[in-house]
C-alpha cells in the first residue's frame, strides 16, 4: 500500500523527498506563497501551481483514508471484514471504488431481496445459479411460503431474482468492467421537453444533440445542465448508441460473462436472462447514468473554474499605469458622469458630476470643468468606465486633451473595464473607506485606481463578481471561490504589497495574514506613522513570529533604512546578504542593482546548511532587480473613432481592442461599442489551437477583423486572422446532422470533431455563424449584463 506520500510524488512525477517535506512545511502552517518563495531547497523547486496540485490531492487522500478506516471498522463490526476484502479496501485508489467495494455491507434500508432472504430464498438462490438444468417450477414450489408473502412460484422466484440482482449490482469489480465499457461508448442524449420550443429557443442547439458522455466540452456540458434545470432538455445516457435492437445493451453480456453465465434455452438459465437484464436495467443503468453525468458536471465546473482562475489571474497580472494623478469618469447618460480624482498614492482628492450628454447636452461647460480640475490636481491619466456612455464619454476627454495640449502635453486617457465596480461601491468595505460618499462616486474612484494598480483595487472586489468566467453561477461555488482566493493570493504575494500603501483588503492577501491581522495592521500604521522596517511588524497587535515569517518577505518598505527591506529578500537571508556584500568588500546598498558586479559572483561558493543554491540564486536575481513588478507593460488599446455602435460596424473592418474574457471555445473582446464579439477559436490563429489562452489572454490588446455582426441579436464575430475571407465566416449554416440528429451543431462542436479529424483546414473552416448562434455563447452574454 503506497504512501499519500509516494501517490503524490507519482502523480506530480516528482521526488517522494520533495512531496515528504512540502506536506510537513504545510502541516506546520506554512502558506503556497512562502513555500513557494521561501522554502526551495525542501520543496525541490516546486513552483506555486504544482503545491496547489499537491495541496489539493492532499486533501483527497486524507480524506480517501479517512473513509476507509471507516469503512474497514464497519466491515469488521459484521464479522465479514476478510483478508481478501481489506488489502482491496487498503489499495483503493479512489473514493467510487471504495464506495463500490463497501456497497454489499453499507447498512441500508430493507430491500426486496432482504425481504426474501429473510422469507429463507436464500437457498433457492444459489442452487439456480449453479444448477442451470433443474426443473425451475418443481424447485421453486419447495420454497412456497404463505405466511412470509410468497404464496406461489411466481412470487418465489422474483424474490429469488431481487437476491441475485443486488448481488449482481452490488459486485465492486462488474461495475469497474461496466463502467470502462460505458467509458468508451456511452453517449449523452439531449432532447428538447415537449412544448418547450419556443420557452427554450436559446437552447436549441441541444433539442436533437448527442455526443460520446465522457468527452462533452466544459461549455457544452454546462449549457446542457443549465437547460435541464430550466425545464427546456431532457438529458440522458444510451450506453450502445450502435446497437442494433432498442433498449438492448452491451452491459448485460458483460454480466453475464463476469458470473460465468453461459444461458442456454433450459427454464433455469432463460429465468437467469431475466435476472441479469433486471440487473442492467433496473439496478446498475440508472445509477451509472447518475453517475456519470454528475462526472460530466464535475470535469465541466473544474474546467470552467479554471478558466475563470486563469482569466482572474491575468486580470490581476495586468501591467499598472503607476503612480500618477488619475481621473475617474464614471459614465452615464441622463446621471451624468461621476468624476472622482485620486493622487498618484491613490488618495481621493476630488469629486464632482457634470452633464455632457443627453438630455442636459453641457458639453462646453463639462469640457472646462474637467480642464480647471485637472490643472489643479496635476493629472496625468484620464481613466474611462467602459459602461454606458462610455464611447460619448471618451469623446468628451479627446477633446480635453486637445484643449489642454500645450499645458499638459502628456495628459492621456485609457478606456478601463468597470467589471465588479458597482459590486464594491456598494460593499461595507467602500462604504467604510468613504462613509460621505454617494455610491456612483465611489465608482468612479474605483476605476480611477484600478487604472494605477489593477490589483491593488481588484482585491477589494469578490473574485466571482468581476465577471471573467464561463458559466460561473452553475458551478459549485465553494470551489469557485476557493480556487479564485488562491489566484488572487499567487498574484499579491508574486507582485508583492508596499506595507506603508497597501489597504487592509490587499494586506489581507498576503501569506500568513488574514483580515484581523491586516486591519491590525493599518491601526498600527494609522497610530505610529509610516514603518520603517520589517522588524515593526512584530509590534502589531497578534502579529506573531509564525505569520512575520510567513508575511515580511512579501512586504515592502520603500526608502527603509535597511535597503533590503524594500525587496523580496526575505530577512531570515539578512546576514547571508551581508556576507555577500563583505565578501565582495562592498556595503548592501552599494551590492544592490549593481548587475556588472553581481554577475561575476559564483552562487555555489556561498551555499550553507541553512540555505542551498535556489535560494541563493533566487538572492542574487532579486538584489540585482530589487523590488522589480514582474507585471508586463503598460499598454492600451485605441478604439475606432465614430465607431461606437453595433450598427456603426462595417464587415472587413480592422479594428483594436481589448480581450475582456478567455472561453474553452474562444477569446471576447472590447472593440468599443458596448458589446464584447467573439473571436472564435478557429479564428485565432492560423495554426491549430486545442487551448484559446495559449494565443490570447485576458488584458491582451488585439487587432481584429469583424466578419459579422447580427445587430437585432446583438452579436459580433470577429477574427485575429486579419486575412481570414468574409466567405469562410458566412458560409452556409449548419445543416442537421444525420447521424448524431443535432441541428445546428455548436462552435465548439465543431471544433472539437476537426481536432478528431486532425485537419488544421477544417478547423478554419467552422462558420462564424455557428459561433455566434449557440446557446452557450447566448447564455454567455446574459450572464456578462
Known amino acids: 500500500m503506497l504512501s499519500i506520500a509516494q501517490i503524490i510524488a507519482q502523480e506530480l512525477n516528482v521526488r517522494e523527498q520533495q512531496v515528504s517535506d512540502t506536506i510537513a512545511l504545510l502541516d506546520d502552517g506554512s502558506t503556497v506563497p512562502f513555500v513557494a518563495r521561501y522554502r526551495k531547497e525542501a520543496t525541490g523547486g516546486l513552483d506555486d501551481a504544482q503545491l496547489r496540485t499537491l495541496d489539493s490531492r492532499l486533501g483527497y487522500l486524507r480524506e480517501l483514508a479517512e473513509r476507509r478506516q471507516v469503512i474497514l471498522s464497519s466491515i469488521e463490526t459484521q464479522g465479514k471484514l476478510t483478508p481478501a476484502l481489506q488489502q482491496a479496501i487498503n489499495t483503493a485508489d479512489s473514493k467510487t471504488r471504495l464506495e463500490d467495494l463497501y456497497l454489499p455491507y453499507k447498512p441500508k434500508r430493507r430491500t426486496k431481496g432482504q425481504i426474501a432472504i429473510e ?11 449453479t444448477n442451470r438444468q433443474a426443473d425451475l417450477e418443481s424447485k421453486a414450489a419447495e420454497f412456497v411460503n404463505a405466511e412470509a408473502g410468497f404464496g406461489d412460484t411466481k412470487a418465489v422466484l422474483d424474490g429469488a ?51 460520446a458522455i465522457t468527452k462533452v466540452p466544459s461549455h457544452r ?19 450502445d448508441p450502435k446497437a442494433e435492437v432498442a433498449q438492448s445493451s452491451y452491459c448485460v453480456v458483460i454480466i453475464a460473462d463476469h458470473f460465468n453465465l453461459k444461458l442456454s434455452d433450459s427454464s433455469v438459465d432463460q429465468w437467469l436472462k431475466t435476472v441479469v437484464t433486471a440487473t442492467w436495467r433496473i439496478k446498475i443503468a440508472l445509477q451509472m447514468e447518475t453517475e456519470f453525468i454528475s462526472q460530466m458536471r464535475e470535469r465541466a465546473e473544474a474546467e470552467a473554474i479554471n478558466v475563470f482562475a486563469r482569466n482572474l489571474g491575468d486580470l490581476l497580472m495586468a501591467a499598472p499605469a503607476g503612480a500618477k494623478a488619475t481621473m475617474g469618469l464614471d459614465p452615464g447618460l441622463r446621471t451624468g458622469v461621476k468624476v472622482a480624482i485620486v493622487d498618484n498614492t491613490g488618495k481621493f482628492v476630488a469629486h464632482t458630476t457634470i452633464f455632457p450628454h443627453a438630455p442636459q447636452n453641457v458639453w462646453d461647460k463639462s469640457i472646462r470643468t474637467l480642464a480647471n480640475l485637472i490643472k489643479m490636481h496635476k493629472v496625468d491619466i484620464i481613466a474611462i468606465g467602459n459602461g454606458t456612455a462610455s464611447r460619448e464619454t471618451d469623446k468628451l476627454a479627446a477633446e480635453v486633451i486637445s484643449f489642454m495640449k500645450e499645458t499638459h502635453p502628456s495628459l492621456t486617457k485609457v478606456m478601463v473595464s468597470e467589471a465588479g465596480a458597482s459590486v464594491y461601491s456598494a460593499s461595507e468595505l467602500a462604504s467604510e473607506e468613504f462613509p460621505n460618499l454617494d455610491v456612483s462616486i465611489r465608482g468612479a474612484v474605483s476605476i480611477a485606481r484600478r487604472l494605477q494598480d489593477p490589483l491593488a483595487e481588484l482585491v477589494k472586489i469578490e473574485p466571482k463578481s468581476i465577471g471573467v468566467g464561463q458559466y460561473q453561477h452553475d458551478v459549485s461555488q465553494s470551489q469557485l471561490s476557493s480556487s479564485l482566493e488562491a489566484v488572487v493570493e499567487d498574484c499579491v504575494n508574486g507582485v508583492g504589497v508596499d506595507l506603508n500603501m497597501a489597504s487592509a483588503p490587499l494586506l489581507a492577501q498576503v501569506a500568513g495574514l488574514n483580515k484581523t491581522l491586516a486591519k491590525n495592521v493599518v491601526s498600527y500604521r494609522d497610530e505610529n506613522g509610516q514603518f520603517e522596517s520589517r522588524k515593526q511588524l512584530l509590534k502589531v497587535a497578534r502579529l506573531g513570529p509564525k505569520a512575520y515569517e510567513q508575511a515580511a518577505g512579501f512586504l515592502r518598505i520603500r526608502h527603509a533604512k535597511n535597503p533590503l527591506d524594500g525587496s523580496a529578500v526575505h530577512p531570515e537571508a539578512y546576514k547571508l546578504v551581508e556576507t555577500i556584500a563583505k565578501a565582495k568588500q562592498q556595503t548592501v ?4 542593482g549593481n548587475s556588472e558586479l553581481l554577475a561575476q559572483l559564483n552562487a555555489a561558493e556561498f551555499v550553507t546548511e541553512e540555505f542551498g543554491l535556489p535560494t541563493i540564486t533566487d538572492i542574487l536575481a532579486e538584489l540585482d532587480k530589487p523590488g522589480r513588478d514582474p507585471r508586463g507593460e503598460f499598454k492600451t488599446a485605441s478604439f475606432k473613432e465614430g465607431v461606437e455602435e453595433l450598427k456603426d460596424l462595417k464587415l472587413e473592418m480592422i479594428l483594436e ?20 464579439g467573439l473571436v472564435h477559436i478557429s479564428s485565432l490563429t492560423d495554426k491549430f489551437v486545442s487551448d484559446p489562452h495559449t494565443i490570447v489572454k485576458a488584458g491582451d490588446v488585439v487587432k481584429v477583423k469583424v466578419m459579422e455582426v447580427d445587430v437585432e441579436r446583438r452579436r459580433i464575430a470577429l477574427s485575429m486572422r486579419l486575412d481570414e475571407p468574409l466567405q469562410a465566416a458566412n458560409k452556409s449554416k449548419p445543416q442537421s446532422n444525420a447521424k448524431t440528429g443535432s441541428a445546428h451543431k455548436p462552435s465548439g462542436a465543431k471544433h472539437a470533431a476537426n481536432k478528431h479529424n486532425g485537419g488544421q483546414r477544417k478547423q478554419n473552416k467552422a462558420p462564424a455563424n455557428a459561433a455566434m448562434g449557440n446557446a452557450f455563447a447566448d447564455a454567455f452574454a446574459k450572464l456578462k449584463k
Not at 422469507?119 to 445459479?129: N, V
Not at 546598498?589 to 544592490?592: A, R
Open 119 to 129: 422469507a429463507g430464498l436464500l437457498p433457492l438462490a444459489d442452487f439456480l445459479l
Open 161 to 211: 431474482r431481487f437476491i441475485l440482482m443486488e448481488r449482481f449490482a452490488e459486485d465492486a469489480d462488474l461495475l469497474q468492467k461496466i463502467r470502462k465499457h460505458l467509458s468508451q461508448q456511452a453517449v449523452l442524449e439531449s432532447r428538447m421537453v415537449k412544448g418547450k420550443e419556443k420557452e427554450g429557443a436559446k437552447f436549441r442547439d441541444y433539442f436533437e444533440h448527442t455526443e
Open 221 to 239: 456540458a454546462l449549457a446542457m445542465l443549465r437547460g435541464r434545470n430550466e425545464g427546456v432538455l431532457s438529458l440522458s445516457m444510451n450506453a
Open 589 to 592: 546598498e552599494q551590492l544592490m
Open 657 to 676: 481592442g481589448v480581450v475582456t474574457n478567455v472561453t474553452n471555445f474562444g477569446a471576447f473582446v472590447d472593440v468599443g461599442v458596448h458589446q464584447d
